[in-house]
Structures are given as structure tokens and as C-alpha cells.
């Protein structure tokens, strides 16, 4: 089945203690990105990823870093949490040929940073 | 930053009735503009995706009207049904890089 998966689904954690979040596409998909979502905001592209080694900031970059090192995967680090970024978190990925409208998201990562 | 301002922000429809959920962007790269469909605990799925250069699509019960002077476009549900009550998220292709910025969401409820 294809899918974009997302782990750890619930995390709450303290400030400071750094966390990953990983994210796994089995698409074969080029690009791939992290949303924030917040209540009345909307999704916010935190980092984005057009392929293997290549990486960009989205809107809301302060405070999180990306790596690409295999096509599939794409984890979310948080150094030093705070609680600002309590939020939900969804990984995405898409075909580039289709201009990155049609994105598959994952189930998302429900983040409480205490 | 680019915004998609999206409107309303939540609407309440009787079973059968006309979902209306309007969208206005400012300035966008050529490119497709979607609208994302979000039940409860899950992510966004692509629900229907309208071209710039045509004035409306229409798959099933759901249509897509673009207004490219306006900067304006709109996802109408025709006969509402409950199963439609969910999140609505409009976005339009980013200008700066290859990316979606999205609107802040509607939620729809439709009663039976």
C-alpha cells in the first residue's frame, strides 16, 4: 500500500531534550516536506526536500532541522524544544513531475513540548 | 510570506444543501491549485485540483470555480451529506519555490 508513515504518533516531551521524528514515503517520490498545523493558521511548511542531500527552508524553518540522506526518508529534528512548538506535525511527499500540488500526507505527530 | 486568505472559517449545512467555501491569494506561480480534505485524526488528502487557465472543474459532487482576475477561487459541494463533514484546506502554488501555501481551513459540519 502506498503511504507516507509517521513516527512516533503522540510524543510529549520537555523543554530542551532534543526528539526526532521520522518520516518513510514508499512512492518513490522526489520531494518531501514537513507542516506545522495550528488552530486558525493552517498548515505551515516548515523544511522541504526536492531530493537525496537537497534541502530548503519553508515558512516556519527557527528551531527545527531536516536531513535527507535516502530518498524515502526525511526525520524532523527538534535540538532544543520549547513549548512554541507544541503543535501537529505532517510529513508529505509528491512526484516533482506534478509541481508538488499533490501531496500525500502522513497521519500526523501530535508534539507537546511541557 | 505569501498568504491564501480562506473564508469562512467553519459553516454549518443542512444534508442536501450547497457547501460554499471561498478562497482569495495574492500573487502565485502558474500552477495547479488544490483543495485538501482533513477528517479527525488524520492528514490532509487531495480531494480536487483545478488548472489557472480554466474557469471550472467539476468531479462528482464537487466543483471548483477559479476567477484568475479576482485572484479568487471557490470549492462548492453540491448535496451536502454528512460524510463530508470535515476540515478544508484551499492553497495556491508558492512563487518563490516549489511549494503550496496553504489557507487557514474550514470546517464544515453538515447535519442530517
Known amino acids: 500500500e502506498a503511504q507516507v508513515t509517521q513516527n512516533p504518533r503522540y510524543l510529549i516531551t520537555v523543554t530542551g531534550k532534543k526528539l526526532t521524528v521520522t518520516c518513510s514515503q514508499n512512492?518513490?517520490?522526489?520531494?518531501m516536506s514537513w507542516y506545522r498545523q495550528d488552530p486558525g493558521l493552517g498548515l505551515r511548511q516548515i523544511y522541504y526536500?526536492?531530493?537525496?542531500?537537497?534541502?530548503d527552508k519553508g515558512d516556519v524553518p527557527e528551531g527545527y532541522k531536516v536531513s535527507r540522506k535516502e530518498k524515502r526518508n526525511f526525520p524532523l529534528i527538534l535540538e532544543s524544544p520549547s513549548p512554541n512548538q507544541t503543535s501537529l506535525y505532517f510529513c508529505?511527499?509528491?512526484?516533482?513531475?506534478?509541481?508538488?500540488?499533490?501531496?500525500?500526507f502522513g497521519p500526523g505527530t501530535r508534539l507537546t513540548v511541557t | 510570506q505569501q498568504q491564501v486568505k480562506q473564508s469562512p472559517q467553519s459553516l454549518i449545512v443542512q444534508k442536501g444543501g450547497i457547501s460554499i467555501i471561498n478562497c482569495a491569494y495574492e500573487?502565485?506561480?502558474?500552477?495547479?491549485f488544490p483543495w485538501y480534505q482533513q477528517f479527525p485524526g488524520k492528514g490532509p488528502a487531495l480531494l480536487i485540483a483545478?488548472?489557472?487557465?480554466?474557469s471550472e472543474k467539476k468531479e462528482g459532487r464537487f466543483t471548483i470555480s477559479f476567477n484568475k482576475s479576482a485572484k479568487q477561487f471557490s470549492l462548492h459541494i453540491m448535496d451536502s451529506q454528512p460524510g463530508d463533514s470535515a476540515t478544508y484546506f484551499c492553497?495556491?502554488?508558492?512563487?518563490?519555490?516549489?511549494?503550496?501555501?496553504f489557507g487557514s481551513g474550514t470546517r464544515l459540519q453538515v447535519q442530517p
Open positions: 508529505a511527499s509528491s512526484p516533482l513531475g506534478r509541481g508538488g500540488y499533490e501531496q500525500y
Open positions: 512512492m518513490n517520490h522526489e520531494y
Open positions: 526536500s526536492m531530493n537525496v542531500e537537497v534541502t
Open positions: 500573487n502565485t506561480a502558474f500552477d495547479y
Open positions: 483545478i488548472r489557472p487557465d480554466v
Open positions: 492553497a495556491a502554488p508558492h512563487t518563490g519555490r516549489r511549494a503550496l501555501t
